[in-house]
């Protein structure tokens, strides 16, 4: 079963930018529309954004728009989300996930990430 490996997660001041990095443990992914959730404690999950496999279509949730940039790398089967101008409100637990087929709002998640902690201080 495919799984992926999130890195990059960590402690940022408000304002501040962080890149968070998955990697697929199978070349198949790199077929696959890929993206990321994050989950606040006491909260639901939250649908960030997401990228087709070739790069062409992305979309991201209206919070993060201007923001956050994803992008992937198919010859290392890796998705990054990068995050500039972070909020204390961006503080939850980020999750990349995969999908078989190509919708990106929502991505229909099939596989799915470990999480890594992002928290952004005031």
């Known amino acids: 079963q495919v799984q992926l490996l999130e890195s990059g997660g960590g402690l940022v001041q408000a304002g501040g930018s962080l890149r968070l990095s998955c990697a697929a443990s199978?070349?198949?992914?790199?077929?696959?529309?890929m993206g990321w959730f994050r989950q606040a404690p006491g909260k639901e999950r939250e649908f960030v954004g997401a990228?087709?496999?070739?790069?062409?279509?992305?979309y991201y949730t209206d919070s993060v728009k201007g923001r956050f940039t994803i992008s992937r790398d198919n010859g290392k089967v890796t998705v990054y989300l990068q995050m500039n101008s972070l909020k204390p409100e961006d503080t939850a637990i980020y999750y990349c996930a995969a999908s078989w087929d190509n919708s990106l709002s929502p991505l229909r998640a099939n596989y799915w990430g470990q999480g890594t902690q992002v928290t952004v201080s005031s």
């Open positions: 990228i087709s496999w070739s790069g062409a279509r992305t």
């Open positions: 199978e070349r198949t992914v790199a077929a696959y529309a």
